[in-house]
């Protein structure tokens, strides 16, 4: 009967096959002991594996979007705050080299701050014509301000606007490059503040970065979606990639990658600072992977008003995160303070304006920025001037740039209080 058992095996074989079920049966039950930890270890190694080649890209050559497409299939496999940490430096290192192109937008965008409004630089405003808010474009508007209260007059939050114009500030410093230093600021005929000394905008001086919206990325992990989130359903849909992670998963690593690269080499101003970040989207784990990449991170969606000067990093924001951003700093004191990298407020006017002139009654007005919209307001009357960025691994999916506001031009829209 036992030879019966191996059909066509030898006679000497036939005890080793009687025995042999016996030994598997042992040793799956030996396995079974310590599967629950295999499973752990080989998780984390594939996460570590993975950001590991990713990093890598296979060779210099290697396009960041693809290595932030292999990070973004790792994002399930993080097991803790330590591990989407890990993905993230690993993203960062994928994205340095695209920070060329944003040294040389924010250089651009410096210049064109300090040229004259009305001349020069890439961003020169058009001549005067009708505008639908009152008066002509690019001149100071007389009566109310957005705010509340006639323009220069009272400001609408109270207290004083952060010290008198034309005081010390660190905007008359030299221009040029990232850091500063190259250069006395424009000649005559260039933008001008209210104390009548040059206007420029050093990058040098940037002493804070601030992030908004940047999103959560626990929730993408295979122990975050168990416990839901914003994007659970979203596993397997039209904006999933083939393997049902999300495709905002990876746009959102990229985005914290570059709130690590602006802070660690863009702005040599920042080095040794810790970044903010608020988002009442964060998780828990979030706010420990971000304090483990030296970010203060808060699940708050408050917006602070500017006491010097920052690089707020706000990207691919609700429109009323950017009008608020206005808001909260109510003041072209305040407001000339801020460089905002977020999508681009023309675009963003533009696309305001065509809806709605859209919507509005045929032969009706209108065809401007919403009131309600006071970034698109400001923008349309010249109140900023921007440069576009490259899209760094694919971190943003739209226009997006780095804004500044000069002082000049913020007055100039009558928009807000000095």
């Known amino acids: 009967m036992r030879a019966a058992r191996c059909s066509g095996a030898p006679a000497a074989s036939a005890p080793r096959c009687v025995h042999r079920p016996a030994v598997v049966v042992a040793q799956r039950s030996s396995s079974s002991r310590s599967s ?81 409004a009305g001349g020069g630089g890439g961003v020169a405003a058009p001549p005067p014509r009708a505008s639908p808010f009152g008066g002509p474009t690019g001149g100071p508007r007389p009566g109310p301000s957005p705010f509340g209260g006639p323009t220069g007059v009272q400001r609408p939050f109270g207290g004083p606007t952060g010290g008198p114009t034309g005081a010390a500030r660190p905007f008359g410093g030299p221009t040029g490059g990232i850091g500063g230093g190259s250069g006395s600021g424009p000649a005559g005929g260039a933008a001008r503040g209210a104390g009548g000394e040059p206007w420029s905008w050093d990058w040098g001086a940037v002493r804070q970065l601030h992030c908004y919206g940047l999103g959560g990325l626990w929730q993408y992990t295979e122990l975050g979606a168990s416990r839901g989130g914003p994007d659970a359903a979203a596993s397997g849909g039209a904006g999933s990639a083939p393997s049902g992670v999300p495709k905002r998963a990876g746009m959102r690593l990229a985005q914290w990658a570059l709130l690590l690269l602006m802070q660690r080499r863009l702005l040599p101003g920042l080095a040794g600072t810790r970044p903010r970040a608020s988002d009442p989207e964060f998780a828990a784990a979030d706010l420990e992977a971000l304090s483990l990449l030296g970010v203060d991170a808060a699940a708050s969606g408050e917006l602070l008003s500017l006491d010097q000067p920052t690089l707020v990093y706000a990207p691919c924001c609700p429109r009323d995160v950017y009008s608020g951003l206005v808001a909260a700093n109510a003041s072209a004191a305040r407001m000339e303070r801020m460089s905002l990298v977020a999508t681009s407020l023309a675009s963003q006017g533009a696309s305001s304006a065509l809806f709605l002139a859209l919507a509005r009654p045929q032969g009706g007005a209108g065809g401007g920025p919403g009131h309600d919209e006071l970034h698109a307001l400001l923008q349309a009357r010249g109140g900023c001037v921007e440069a576009m960025l490259p899209d760094a691994g694919g971190a943003h999916g739209v226009a997006t740039s780095v804004h500044l506001f000069p002082l000049p031009r913020l007055l100039a829209t009558g928009m807000l209080p000095p």
């Open 36 to 116: 629950s930890s295999r499973s752990r270890i080989s998780s984390r190694s594939r996460s570590r594996s993975t950001a590991a080649a990713a990093a890598s890209g296979g060779g210099a050559a290697a396009p960041a979007a693809a290595g932030i497409a292999a990070l973004r299939e790792a994002l399930p496999a993080a097991r803790d705050a330590a591990g989407v940490a890990e993905l993230v430096e690993a993203a960062s290192r994928l994205l340095e080299p695209e920070l060329r192109g944003f040294e040389a937008a924010f250089a651009r965008v410096a210049a064109d701050a300090a040229a004259p």
